[in-house]
């Protein structure tokens, strides 16, 4: 069942006065934390330190290394270059062109020198990475000044094989002994210098490309291409900043509490929120009207049923558990809103209270007590209801009784509670599993 607008307002003030405390106390909570937020955010955020990055320089490098085939073969023509190969013949190519090739990225250089040095490392290492002994030949060095962003600098030599190999011999034979692993592999230091973004700026890098010597073979193994990034930042101390989320939700939570506080404190001092004892009656009673109302069908009772006595229930609530106790239905008279029971020889009625004043309290009771049925009787024994019976009116219509003044046909009594009609008008009726024991 839809609830009507007095209802609605009669369930809003319960609320507003079983909790109006809360509600303060919310509001309040949302005022401060919304005042909070506010001040924060808009009037002192306070400060936050920030790091920016002032320069960057990245230096890129890599080895390039190629041989020419010198020696008359099957395969390769005289002349040809064999590069960037993992392994090259000796025998026919003994000479290994190496080529070191740097640049370097940043977004304002000033003053920039690039240094590449190159060289030869022999030496013989341990299982632990015990050095035993090592050589070290200079292979080359370039130095360039004032290199723009992109320009490339390189730096070249050539290695040759068979020379190297022999080096390692007559090192080993001099020694008389080779306790550890022999190494061979090309070292080149890298230094970047100049002003990058206005700050004084460094970067070095250190490369390594290994040669492997196997008798008729030698394998180069490079690093490929290798990168380093090189950052001056700065610390700054800068106000804070919100997001809107918190720019906006201060204000409307303030708003909203300040909003809510003043409206539950007028509604609290301008107007009695407490219901009166007829306002409680009547959300009672809707709220059983609510739970049984597939207990109560509608329709109109003749005239005749209310010239038995009537019983009047305190509440719907025991009207319909009257009903269910006594195996009957709950009629509601579709004219005057009463509720009805029919039971032996007494009708047993309940009549919905309506919001109102006291006085209206009042005047309702005035015209229930006048309505036509003096509360003088009583219920006989074993009906199982607290209601107080009556004996009807001298004239033998109930207030709420069913008349044919309206040019109605109203069917008699045996027509509605009947054994025969029953059966007949069962689905009609609408009180599903109800007997059919109403006489």
């Known amino acids: 069942m839809a609830s009507d607008p007095n209802e609605t307002r009669l369930r809003l003030r319960a609320v507003l006065n079983a909790q109006s405390t809360a509600i303060l106390v919310v509001c309040l909570l949302l005022v401060a934390v919304g005042a909070g937020l506010a001040y924060t955010t808009h009037v002192d955020p306070g400060t936050e330190t920030q790091t920016r990055t002032v320069s960057s320089l990245t230096v890129e490098s890599e080895y390039r290394h190629s041989a020419t085939v010198t020696e008359p073969n099957a395969v390769f023509e005289t002349g040809a270059v064999l590069d960037e190969r993992s392994t090259y013949f000796t025998r026919i190519a003994p000479e290994l062109d ?27 290492v341990g299982e632990q990475g015990t050095v035993y002994w090592r050589e070290t030949e200079p292979l080359a060095s ?12 390189n730096a070249s030599f050539t290695l040759n094989s068979t020379a190297i190999d022999g080096r390692v011999a007559a090192i080993e034979e001099g020694l008389g002994a080779s306790p550890g692993q022999t190494e061979t592999f090309v070292r080149t230091e890298v230094a970047v210098d100049g002003s990058i973004g206005g700050v004084p700026t460094t970067s070095t890098q250190t490369l390594d490309m290994t040669i492997s010597h196997d008798g008729a073979t030698y394998s180069v193994s490079d690093p490929g291409v290798q990168s380093a ?12 900043e919100y997001g809107v989320l918190r720019s906006f939700g201060g204000p409307l ?10 409206g539950i404190g007028y509604a609290t001092r301008e107007y009695d929120l407490a219901l009166t004892p007829a306002e409680r009656e009547y959300l009672s009673y809707r709220d059983d009207r609510s739970e049984f109302d597939e207990w109560i069908t509608t329709f109109r009772l003749p005239g005749s049923v209310h010239e038995r006595p009537t019983a009047e229930a305190g509440s ?6 009257f009903a269910i106790d006594n195996d009957t239905g709950v009629v509601k008279d579709p004219e005057t809103g009463a509720f009805h029971a029919v039971s032996g020889e007494f009708i047993y009625t309940y009549r919905p209270p309506a919001p109102g004043s006291a006085a209206d309290e009042e005047t309702a009771d005035g015209a229930e007590v006048g309505g036509g049925a003096d509360s003088g009787a009583t219920a006989p024994e074993g009906t199982g209801s607290a209601a107080t019976a009556s004996p009807p009116s001298e004239d033998g ?20 509670w009947g054994t025969d009609a029953r059966s ?16």
Do not use: K
Not at 98 to 112: G, H, I, L, M, R
């Open 253 to 262: 939570l303030l708003f909203v509490g300040l909003v809510g506080a003043g």
């Open 316 to 321: 719907l609530r025991d009207l319909v558990d």
């Open 397 to 416: 219509d109930s207030p709420d009784g069913g008349t044919d003044d309206a040019g109605v046909d109203v069917p008699e009594e045996a027509d509605v």
């Open 142 to 153: 370039e130095t360039v000044s004032n290199v723009a962003p992109g320009e490339p600098v």
């Open 98 to 124: 190496v080529s070191v090739a740097t640049s370097y990225a940043a977004s304002t250089a000033e003053n920039v020198t690039v240094e590449l040095a190159s060289a030869l490392v022999i030496r013989n």
């Open 424 to 439: 007949t008008d069962d689905d009609a009726d609408g009180m599903d599993g109800q007997s059919d024991d109403r006489a």
């Open 229 to 240: 990034t090189t950052e001056r930042t700065v610390s700054e101390t800068v106000e804070r």
